[in-house]
């Protein structure tokens, strides 16, 4: 079992006033599975992927990561988890303008104790997986949305993570680029990585083979999808 | 950070670099000052006491060095001075000075004279280049002659020789009668500039005043000056019926003395010049937190994004610190570059005004400006540094 949690809870505590956006989640993700997450803004799919990402901690219940019980891990603990467990792709890319693209790959690899050769030749071997071999020395901000989020993806996957986490990758994108996304990131779940996707699109959600349904943060449905988006229109049965 | 926003930076970084010119500066001017001193010392011997109008205390000047006209000094009291036939006493000298423009055909020098004893080239050891001196009968005679210093010799009469040719200082008509040889210029004379004539004349002629701005006794060894200083007292005390020895109207002290009363001032000088130092580079820190502080606001994506993957709140803090000493320590090398430049121009202006004035680039202050210039980029760079290391990361990657 890679992720697993149970009861899990989160309160936040504003001026006395304690609003519950997680109230009691129950659910366990497998190696190699491609998850949705779905809801609408404000069900607590957000912060549900902080606390599984060790952004946040959970108020309530428990979280275990492979072995690891994550409400016991500091701050140190949980950077470093960060560092060396996950891999984020945000919805607004966050890469560094001033920067190059190569050198915003190499980033979460400063924080390891990589050594630079090392840090490079991981770098240009993922720009050329995600097809931006001829792009190493541009800024980001020279590149098309589709681009940009593709140098993120390979950010997402230098330090080889056991979880790449999406938040609505595709939601700055046009739907051309934004299947280029979904289609790397199912290649990568058929190369055996897990993805946890985080969106509010039924049509996104429904590439991956599992959609967990989550309203004003309780699960309301967590099933197998039936009906699998291939990315590029074409629809797939499992 | 230090790129993109340059009249930025540039202007945050001033601060820092006026404080470590200014430290830059102060320091190396005051080594070379000390250099000066020394040379002082050598040029002018370590034998002589002088003795000036005025009481002062140990450690300060008369009020006379500062411009202040005591009359007590007469000639009188050289010539008592001598009489006593002091045995380590060898020769004494009497000065007034006062200034004019002087004009020989189209050369206009402004200059100050100086009337003294025919004394004057053993005390000062100075020596004749051409003609002569004047006498000891010619000192007392109100003579109208003149000796030129080396240098107003050229200034005035250029190629020709002066030797015989008249003068005319406060419209009174004086004969050149002899050039002193060229000497360098000094801190408290610079003969080279200087008109000399008989004290007698300079007194009844030229400035119309009994009375003498000071003496300089020459003693035959260093370890005398101490006795010959007490002589000296004890005999002006008698002339002018002084009993309470706080009620001296007059300071003998010996060129060391003189020389270390200046060194004291000047270090107090410097001492204050580096305290405004201090101030400057307070005040530049205060700006490089401020720009510290900013750049951690606009970054606030970034440094949750480097929270994202995996930067631990020392990581941040670390870069935020390095930025802002790398910031500093430039700041500090272009104070450094800036203060040598100033320092090789203020050498260049007083050699170029004859004196001797060695040019010194303290390694301590270099070393000091490089320490203190990224000292103050990890003092003031700590709270930004921690306020970046601080931010909650899903918030900052929000953060718009």
Known sequence: MLISVKNLQKDFINDDVVTSVLKGVTFDIEKGEFVSIMGPSGSGKSTLMHILSFLDKATGGTYNFETRDVSKLNDDELAEMRS????FIFQSFNLLNRSSVLENVMLP????????????????????????????????????????????????????????????????????????????LQDLNDQGHTIILVTHEKATAEHAERIIRIKDGVILDDSKVLQRLRAGGEVLNK | MIVRNKVRSFLTMLGIVIGITAVMIVLSVGESVQGLILNEVKSIGSNLVGVLPGYSDENSPPSSVFGVVITSLKYGDGEAILKGNYPHIESLAMYVSGSDIVTVEDNKVSTTFYGTTASYLDVQNSSIEEGRFFTEEEEVANARVLVLGNQIAKDLFGDQDPIGKKIKIKKANFTVIGILKKKGGSLIQNEDGNLFV???????????????????????????????????????????NIIDLKEDDFTVRSTTQALETISLITNALRFFLVAIAAISLIVGGFGIMNIMLATVQERTKEIGLRKAIGAKNTDITRQFLIEAMAITFISGIIGI?????????????????????????????????????????????????R??????PIEALRYE
């Open chain 2, 387 to 392: 306020k970046a290391s601080l931010l909650n």
């Open chain 1, 84 to 87: 060396k467990k996950v891999g």
């Open chain 2, 198 to 240: 008989p004290i007698s004349t300079a007194q009844n002629i030229l400035l119309g005043i009994n009375h003498i701005s000071f003496m300089r006794a020459k003693i035959d060894k260093t370890e005398n000056i101490d006795g010959a200083i007490e002589y000296i007292k004890d005999v002006l005390r008698d002339r002018h």
């Open chain 1, 109 to 184: 690899l400063v924080y390891t104790d990589t050594l630079n050769d090392e840090r490079v030749k991981r770098a240009k071997d993922l720009l050329e997986k995600v097809g931006l071999s001829h792009r190493l020395n541009y800024s980001p901000n020279k590149l098309s949305g589709g681009e940009k989020q593709r140098v993120a993806i390979a950010r997402a996957l230098i330090n080889s993570p056991e979880v790449i986490f999406a938040d609505e990758p595709t939601g700055n994108l046009d739907s051309k680029s934004g299947a280029q996304v979904m289609k790397i």
């Open chain 2, 337 to 385: 570059v800036i203060g040598s430049l100033i320092l090789i121009l203020i050498s260049v202006i007083i050699n170029a005004l004859n004196y001797h004035w060695d040019l010194i680039i303290s390694p301590i202050s270099i070393i000091l400006g490089c320490i203190v210039s990224i000292g103050i980029g990890l003092i003031f760079g700590i709270a930004p540094a």
